[in-house]
């Protein structure tokens, strides 16, 4: 039996409940959460789009669902942070983190009006809907970007290493700073940030992007971040 859908499924379950104000227990809560991977988040964004698109979903429907993935995604995705660098977002977080979290939240729902009026188009004009399914790493690579983001945020002092992602094909720009390292203000202030949103700076336009920083106790590089 394949468990992935029902896993799946058992996560939507809990993301209906939350949304029409039924709290789970702590431990039921809890497993739902552990099945909210960020593969579990392409899956859902992708089956939504296909839905859409073959018009087994509304556009009002695909419009909720696609708020509430991004709202807990982004949500689960700044607390992983926090727990990268030793904090316990029950008890540590701080206003003013939580406002740069709704802000990158705002900042993605203004999107999704957009995405689904694409989809809607090429449905009526019978184009395929592959480009738009393409788009779906675009926006659950955003996840990576608000973990990077929240270790930023909330340890700026921290040092952090540039490590690069699994592909097999690296940019220049990627590879020039693999290993450099560097406190958390100064990749902020460097505008070198791995993964998500598009970022000039980086070759591979950022959203192409599979690096992460890795909090360290090294000391930081001599001679700072190439090229700032």
């Not at 909720?64 to 607390?79: C, H, K, P, V, Y």
């Not at 904090?87 to 939240?105: G, H, S, T």
């Not at 450099?180 to 950022?206: F, M, R």
Request: hydrophobic share 35%.
């Amino acid at each position: 039996m394949n468990k992935q859908p029902l896993s799946d499924a058992i996560a939507r379950a809990g993301d209906y409940l939350k949304a029409h104000g039924i709290r789970l227990d702590h431990g039921l809560a809890s497993q739902v959460s552990a099945l909210k991977t960020v593969d579990y988040y392409r899956r859902a964004l992708g089956r939504d789009v296909l839905d859409f698109y073959r018009g087994d979903m509304g556009a009002g429907e695909f419009v909720e669902d696609m708020i509430r993935l991004i709202e807990g995604q982004f949500e689960r995705a700044w607390n992983e942070g926090m727990r990268e660098v030793g904090l316990d977002p029950a008890k540590d977080m701080k206003p003013e983190w939580e406002q740069v979290l709704q802000d990158e939240i705002s900042a993605e729902l203004d999107h999704v009006l957009d995405y689904a009026q694409a989809i809607e188009d090429a449905r009526i004009a019978g184009n395929p809907v592959d480009p738009l399914q393409a788009r779906v790493d675009l926006w659950t690579n955003r996840y990576n970007e608000i973990v990077n983001l929240s270790m930023r945020t909330c340890e700026p002092k921290m040092n952090y290493a540039w490590r690069l992602g699994a592909t097999e094909e690296h940019c220049l720009t990627c590879a020039a700073l693999d290993g450099i390292i560097a406190s958390g203000t100064d990749w902020e202030v460097s505008g070198y940030h791995p993964q998500g949103a598009p970022n000039e700076k980086l070759e591979c336009g950022g959203w192409r992007c599979d690096c992460r920083l890795e909090p360290t106790d090294e000391k930081a590089t001599e001679g700072g971040i190439p090229g700032v």
